[in-house]
């Protein structure tokens, strides 16, 4: 599989995934949820874009190393203090509620289930991926 298909692909759907939870959540529930789920998605969409970033600049399109293994696990605690340092920040203004912040968050998540889904199936049912 071809990495910077699937990478433009997950962003399709990640993208997509926002916008279908939060148009829902705009006409379903509260201003304080859809603003959680908005800002969550984004928070995420940026975190994983980041963690991308920091991979491929890590390891060569072979595999191999090009960054010290440190300086990778260094980057990768950071992103995540980062990331849990501005999740408390949103949660203790209240500007959000916190099941819809929660909710945003699985962005990613549900982009990749769902592109894993339907990889299956094409798969499954024999079309040309």
């Known amino acids: 599989m071809?990495?910077?298909k699937v990478y433009k692909d997950l962003k399709k759907l990640n993208w997509f995934s926002l916008l279908i939870m939060s148009l829902i959540s705009y006409f379903l529930l509260s201003s304080s949820f859809t603003l959680g789920i908005i800002?969550?998605?984004f928070?995420?969409?940026a975190n994983f874009k980041v963690l991308q970033h920091t991979i491929r600049r890590g390891f060569s399109a072979h595999g191999v190393m090009n960054a010290s293994k440190f300086f990778i696990i260094l980057k990768y605690?950071?992103?995540l203090?980062?990331?849990g340092a501005v999740i408390c920040y949103v949660?203790?203004?209240g500007w959000v509620d916190p099941v819809g912040l929660?909710?945003?968050l699985s962005t990613v998540f549900i982009s990749i289930v769902s592109f894993g889904i339907r990889?299956?199936?094409k798969t499954v049912t024999g079309e040309a991926t």
């Open 2 to 4: 071809d990495w910077e």
């Open 39 to 41: 800002l969550g998605g």
């Open 43 to 45: 928070i995420i969409i």
């Open 77 to 79: 605690y950071l992103r």
């Open 81 to 83: 203090l980062v990331l």
């Open 91 to 93: 949660i203790k203004r």
């Open 102 to 104: 929660a909710v945003g």
């Open 119 to 121: 990889t299956a199936l």
